[in-house]
Nanobody, 125 residues
Framework: QVELVESGGGLVQAGGSLRLSCAASGRAVSEYTMGWFRQAPGKEREFVATISASGGTTYYADSVKGRFTISRDNAKNTVYLQMNSLRPEDTAVYFC??????????????????WGQGTQVTVSS
């Protein structure tokens, strides 16, 4: 049974930082492509960041490049999203997702088959 549980969301002022965590149960996150997506009210879910199974490759949406960093702690079976220089347009529910076994980075929703319940991030101006 695979379970992904996100935490770390909250309310922050523009320019501030948050670190989201995604704790996984079941198989090790180090064996899978992992990703973060977000969904703002009235909008479709969109790709934010991904990390390959090896951990050697990361990829980001242009809108967050240079501000967000995806990483993982294999010992804790947890994936993180460090978010700096937050903007009001980053406000959304953020979801962690698990992709292919020993996969490369993936940016498409359909490449991921397990999802967390999401954590709300609100950035005030």
């Amino acid at each position: 049974q695979v379970e992904l549980v996100e935490s770390g969301g909250g309310l922050v002022q523009a320019g501030g930082s948050l670190r989201l965590s995604c704790a996984a149960s079941g198989r090790a996150v180090s064996e899978y492509t992992m990703g973060w997506f977000r969904q703002a009210p009235g909008k479709e879910r969109e790709f934010v960041a991904t990390i390959s199974a090896s951990g050697g490759t990361t990829y980001y949406a242009d809108s967050v490049k240079g501000r967000f960093t995806i990483s993982r702690d294999n010992a804790k079976n947890t994936v993180y999203l460090q978010m700096n220089s937050l903007r009001p347009e980053d406000t959304a529910v953020y979801f962690c997702a698990r992709g292919p076994f020993w996969g490369r980075t993936r940016t498409t929703l359909n490449d991921y088959n397990y999802w967390g319940q999401g954590t709300q991030v609100t950035v005030s101006s």
